[in-house]
């Protein structure tokens, strides 16, 4: 006999909110353009002066100069399907000051040294949310 799944629903959730759940979180992915194909790279990031921050093991050179990137973050229950999703989009730029990028380095844990451990400050043009909970 297999238990009957509780009908499940998707909520939209103000910026604000989105902006708040995505506070709450240190990890997501970062989503770009690289020789005409989207690539999806792990993220850690932090919200400091209403710009995120995000370390990410992606080529420096992918990401020079102005380059419009996607940023999602999400914490959804495995057993249950309910949770949470935020998707932030906006040109993003190198944090290239070194005493900034000193202070993000130890602040943001990353995966790789090198030329593949990119900072990068996104100004989130638009910022979507969403939860998702049992239908009542």
């Avoid at 792990?42 to 102005?66: D, F, K, M, N, Q």
């Avoid at 000051?97 to 638009?126: C, F, K, M, N, V």
């Amino acid at each position: 006999m297999t238990a009957s799944r509780a009908p499940r629903r998707m909520i939209d959730v103000s910026g604000e909110e989105a902006w708040y759940l995505l506070g709450g979180a240190s990890q997501g992915r970062m989503l770009y353009e690289q020789r005409d194909a989207l690539a999806v790279r792990p993220a850690c990031h932090v919200l400091e002066y209403g710009r995120l921050i995000v370390r990410t093991p992606a080529p420096g050179a992918a990401l020079s100069g102005r380059v419009h990137v996607t940023y999602h973050c999400d914490q959804l229950h495995p057993a249950t399907g309910t949770g949470w999703a935020v998707t932030a989009a906006g040109p993003a730029e190198p944090v290239t000051d070194p005493d900034e990028a000193a202070h993000y380095r130890r602040t943001l844990s990353g995966w790789a040294h090198g030329p593949h451990d990119t900072l990068l400050r996104i100004r989130p043009q638009s910022i979507t949310g969403f939860r998702f909970t049992h239908a009542s």
